[in-house]
């Protein structure tokens, strides 16, 4: 059964994704291409991830595992796995849940 798990850059919360554990989680997060894709990514004009972040899985907490259902749901169908981010990406349309919509 797959679990939520969220990414943090530089202990930011940054991403939540399914892996099936903790192991799995690490090897997602060590991918070469995932760390060149949100080096490639700003918040507020803030690289998301540079030269040394670090990044790290970690279990999801109730109100992440909550903001990806949510973007679940609304994500077209696709056979790649489901990232969803938890913060703000400069020039990309996000699907956000606040706390009235939870």
């Not at 907490?61 to 990406?89: C, N, W």
Request: with cysteine; aromatic share 4%; hydrophobic share 45%.
């Amino acid at each position: 059964m797959l679990q939520v798990f969220v990414l943090d850059v530089d202990r930011r919360p940054t991403l939540a994704f399914e892996a099936s554990d903790l192991a799995e989680a690490q090897e997602i997060c060590r991918d070469a291409d995932l760390r060149v894709d949100l080096s490639a990514l700003t918040s507020d004009g803030i690289p998301v991830c540079v030269p040394g972040s670090t990044l790290s899985p970690r279990a999801a907490a109730q109100e992440e595992i909550a903001a990806f259902r949510h973007a679940v749901e609304r994500a077209p169908a696709s056979g790649q796995p489901t990232m969803t981010f938890l913060i703000k990406i400069d020039g990309v349309m996000v699907v956000t849940v606040g706390p009235d919509h939870a």
